[in-house]
């Protein structure tokens, strides 16, 4: 695919916007799946859709193959309660993401893993090592 032709496109072609979307959902935990914190390959519905739940961001979470498998046509904080990986600050993360507040969200994961501070303040001698896992 050639890249100018996708900036232009852009404007055109909604699959392109949702791509765009779907990458920038997963850059709010820097690839790392919102109930588990492994690599996010996937976008998952937290009301599924369904029991009617929409296609946006407040709706679409970052997950893994393996959660987003799992979890199914489960309703995300029914299912997450019942994980062995739970964790209050990640449902907590996953409410406020629900509410629209992303930033809490994002601040709520950092502070259950306390890796995804280079979000934030990247240290120059550090490199993100999401990819290692
Ligand atoms: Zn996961």
Redesign the pocket.
């Known amino acids: 695919m050639h890249f100018k032709d996708a900036v232009f496109l852009e404007d055109l072609c909604p699959k392109i916007r949702f791509r765009q979307w779907r990458q920038s959902i997963h850059k709010f935990t820097e690839k790392s799946?919102i109930?588990?914190?492994?690599p996010?390959e996937s976008i998952d519905h937290i009301l599924p859709r369904s029991k009617g739940g929409l296609s946006n961001t407040e709706n679409c979470v970052p997950?893994?193959l393996?959660?987003?498998g799992d979890k199914s046509n489960n309703e995300a904080f029914y299912w997450y309660r019942k994980q062995k990986f739970y964790d209050p600050r990640r449902a907590m993360a996953i409410r406020a993401w629900s509410d629209g507040d992303i930033r809490l969200a994002v601040r709520l994961l950092q502070w259950a893993k306390p890796s995804l501070k280079t979000l934030i303040k990247p240290k120059t001698n550090e490199s993100i090592e999401f990819d290692a896992a």
């Open positions: 799946c109930y588990c914190g492994k996010s997950a893994c393996s959660c987003n």
